[in-house]
């Protein structure tokens, strides 16, 4: 009864944060281009944001459930499934694309960078206030670029409706009550079964929280927006990143699993790195996708291993 009761709980309740998110993004984006902002900073920063609640909401959540190591597992899982596979199934979808934007005048700098300071910062198995408050910094100073190199001057204004901040407040709040029942399920499922929290949030929750940016992205690229698809993996990361772990760390004292610098953290910076190399070029192809998938695979393999 008490299996059946917490995985019913962490599915409706994941549910209940996938939905409430896309209520928030949706409000955010018709916000956004109310203020005249153009189509790749409304991905890389409201989309990326709101694609990113499920991710703050739920480690925020575990930290005062005492469960803080889920945030790292948290961030480091969604980055790698945002760039292996919401990345992957988009090249795939669409057999390939072409930017229109170069990330690499300012955002694959700060992704990278973000990756890179990430790792230093809990090489030594602890992520202080200290850094948290650094990070918070990183995230500043790249939305201040951001909105500053975007004039918005030729984006065509729509007129956000008073719905639209009446589901920003609703979402919200929906996305905080689903994130504490969600790490609530993942608490409760893994004393039953015996599983280290960090492995559920790093595969089943990463997954899960990611299927915002799946669902954003591959619409995007259906409709053409293909940059607005790359913006919203890219923005997204450097939001979990900074912003997450940064936030995170206001309401305690964060755990760092020693085997996360083993497998998945050092995973994380190659597939960041892989992005940019693939991206250097502004095309992503059929067979770059497959690829990304392909690491996606292993990335699970190597994740659900200590299962076994």
């Known amino acids: 009864m008490d299996l059946a009761y917490f995985s019913v709980m962490f599915v409706i309740a994941l549910i209940v944060l996938l939905k409430a998110?896309?209520?928030?993004i949706d409000s955010?984006?018709?916000?956004?281009?109310?203020?005249?902002?153009?189509?790749?900073?409304?991905?890389?920063?409201?989309?990326?944001?709101?694609?990113?609640?499920?991710?703050?909401?739920?480690s925020v959540a575990s930290v005062f459930a005492g469960?803080?190591?889920?945030?790292?597992?948290?961030?480091?899982?969604?980055?790698?499934?945002?760039?292996?596979?919401?990345?992957?199934?988009?090249?795939?979808?669409?057999?390939?694309?072409?930017?229109?934007?170069?990330?690499?005048?300012?955002?694959?700098?700060?992704?990278?960078?973000?990756?890179?300071?990430?790792?230093?910062?809990?090489?030594?198995?602890?992520?202080?206030?200290?850094?948290?408050?650094l990070f918070i910094l990183g995230?500043?100073?790249?939305?201040?670029?951001s909105f500053k190199s975007d004039s918005g001057d030729d984006q065509e204004k729509v007129k956000a409706s008073p719905k639209s901040y009446v589901m920003l407040i609703i979402g919200g709040i929906l996305v905080?009550?689903?994130?504490n029942f969600t790490i609530e399920g993942i608490t409760g499922l893994s004393e039953l079964a015996g599983?280290?929290?960090?492995?559920?949030?790093?595969?089943?929750?990463?997954?899960?929280?990611?299927?915002?940016?799946?669902?954003?992205?591959?619409?995007?690229?259906?409709?053409?927006?293909?940059?607005?698809?790359?913006?919203?993996?890219?923005?997204?990361?450097?939001?979990?990143?900074?912003?997450v772990m940064g936030?995170?760390?206001f309401f305690g004292e964060l755990k760092i699993p020693g085997s996360f610098l083993e497998i998945q953290l050092p995973m994380m910076i190659a597939m960041t790195i892989l992005f940019g190399v693939i991206s250097n070029n502004k095309k992503f192809t059929n067979w770059e996708g497959m690829l990304l998938l392909l690491f996606y695979g292993f990335f699970l393999i190597e994740s659900l291993k200590s299962l076994f």
């Open 176 to 179: 905080w009550l689903g994130a």
């Open 21 to 24: 998110s896309d209520w928030f």
């Open 195 to 243: 599983i280290d929290p960090a492995i559920i949030a790093v595969t089943a929750v990463a997954l899960g929280t990611s299927l915002p940016e799946v669902i954003v992205s591959i619409n995007a690229a259906r409709k053409g927006k293909t940059s607005m698809a790359v913006g919203n993996v890219l923005g997204s990361n450097i939001f979990n990143t900074y912003v």
């Open 28 to 58: 955010a984006e018709e916000i956004g281009l109310s203020l005249g902002i153009s189509p790749f900073i409304i991905g890389v920063t409201i989309i990326a944001f709101g694609t990113s609640l499920p991710e703050l909401a739920t």
């Open 247 to 249: 936030v995170s760390s």
């Open 139 to 145: 995230i500043i100073i790249f939305l201040s670029y």
């Open 67 to 133: 469960n803080s190591e889920i945030v790292i597992a948290n961030v480091v899982g969604s980055n790698i499934t945002n760039i292996a596979l919401v990345l992957g199934l988009v090249a795939i979808y669409v057999k390939g694309f072409e930017m229109e934007y170069n990330i690499w005048h300012i955002d694959m700098p700060f992704l990278w960078g973000s990756a890179f300071l990430l790792y230093f910062a809990v090489s030594d198995l602890e992520f202080s206030l200290a850094e948290g408050i």
